[in-house]
Structures are given as structure tokens and as C-alpha cells.
């Protein structure tokens, strides 16, 4: 098993690296993006994956270690293949891969080619639990005014993802929250936390308790 390799980049072509290691060239297929970010000489780390067939040797390279293991996780799925899950990787940034998962929303895996309808729905359900929630930081808009805003922001959603409202309605509520108050008359984070809960609407039973019913 060949899990990484480090070496000279000597050939690039779309979705193909050829990786000098020690005296001997290794073709690694990637995603077009991550052969934008090489050229020709650089020194380079590959994460792989060897997949290994009847007729057929390959490997699958990827510059994050992340990607490798969401490349492993996608060819779990029933449907997916290797060229698939690189067409995923190719087309959806790690994160973008994470929120769709959390959301239950199949429309991303739809638009990339090769995924039909059917494939994408499985991705989304067989994934769900295996991947890490996007962190609520990676969702926020670039504040308007001071890091004070987006610091007061981050902190409200994690306390409500905490109490285990989904992050997309968390995000919404301190949106909302954090828009009726002056930055420089910023309420203390408990006082923030229930006017987000009362926005959310405090009778109702968490989402997580629903699902569970």
C-alpha cells in the first residue's frame, strides 16, 4: 500500500501528476484543481490511495489529507467509484462536502458529473453521521464592522449548535440578534444566548429531542 509519496513534479496533465520519487515516475490521478495549484519541479507531498483492481493499479493523489479521507469515505458508498468520488473532490471543497451532508442536501452531488440523482441522495445518507458539522466560524459572512462582531457571532452559534439547534437555524437567530444591538453597546453573551433562544422560539422542543420522538 503506498499511503503517500514525496517527490518532484516532472510531467502535469488535466486529472494527472507524474511524481518523481527516488529515480522512479509515479502517475497519480488528481483533481484538475489540485494540478492548477502544481508545476512542473515543484517538490511535493502526495497523500494516496492505491486502488487496486484485476486489470488495473492506481493511485489517487491529493495535496490535504482531508480530501484523502473523504475520497476513502465517498468509495464507500454504493455507486461511487474512484473517478466519482475525484469528480467530488474536484468539483466541492472539503467544507462545501460537510455542509451538504449536515443539511441533508443532495443538490450539491447532483451538479457533478457523472452523479445522478439517486447517487447523490445515498452519498447524503450514507455519509450522515460520518463527517464533522462545518465549523460555525467557516459559515459566517465577513463582518461589516470590528472582529468583535464576528467573534460575539461565533460564540452565540456555538452555544446554540451546544443546545442542539442545527447550525444553519443557530447562524440565522444570532444574525438576527447581533443586527438589533449597536457593536459598541455589544450585550454579555448570556443576555445574546436568550434573546436567540426567544427568536428560536423557547416552547418549542429542540430539534435533536424532535428527531428522536
Known amino acids: 500500500m503506498i499511503a503517500s509519496l514525496r517527490g518532484t513534479v516532472v510531467a502535469l496533465a488535466a486529472g494527472r501528476v507524474v511524481l518523481e520519487v527516488g529515480g522512479v515516475g509515479y502517475a497519480v490521478a488528481v483533481t484538475e484543481r489540485c494540478a492548477r495549484e502544481l508545476r512542473v519541479d515543484d517538490r511535493v507531498r502526495l497523500h494516496t490511495a492505491m486502488v ?19 475520497f476513502d469515505l465517498l468509495r464507500t458508498v454504493s455507486g461511487v467509484g474512484p473517478k466519482s468520488a475525484l469528480g467530488v473532490l474536484g468539483q466541492l471543497e472539503p467544507s462545501a462536502i460537510a455542509r451538504a451532508i449536515h443539511d441533508d442536501d443532495d443538490a450539491p452531488f ?17 455519509l450522515a ?9 467557516a459559515t459566517l459572512p465577513e463582518p461589516p464592522s470590528a472582529d468583535t462582531d464576528a467573534t460575539a457571532a461565533v460564540a452565540l452559534v456555538e ?6 439547534w442545527p447550525e444553519r437555524a443557530a447562524l440565522e437567530a444570532a ?5 438589533a444591538e449597536p457593536a459598541d453597546e455589544r450585550s454579555a453573551l448570556p443576555v445574546l444566548l436568550r434573546r436567540a433562544l426567544a427568536q428560536l422560539g423557547p416552547a418549542a422542543a429542540r430539534p435533536d429531542e424532535r428527531s428522536r420522538a
Not at 447532483?110 to 450514507?126: D, E, F, H, W, Y
Not at 452555544?159 to 442542539?164: P, R
Open 52 to 70: 487496486v483492481r484485476e486489470d488495473d493499479v492506481s493511485l489517487f493523489g491529493f495535496l490535504d489529507e482531508t480530501e484523502l479521507q473523504l
Open 129 to 137: 453521521g460520518k463527517i464533522a458539522a462545518p465549523s460555525a466560524s
Open 159 to 164: 452555544a446554540l449548535t451546544g443546545l442542539g
Open 110 to 126: 447532483r451538479r457533478v458529473s457523472g452523479i445522478g440523482p439517486k447517487t447523490a441522495k445515498l452519498i447524503v445518507v450514507s
Open 175 to 179: 444574525q438576527a440578534v447581533l443586527a
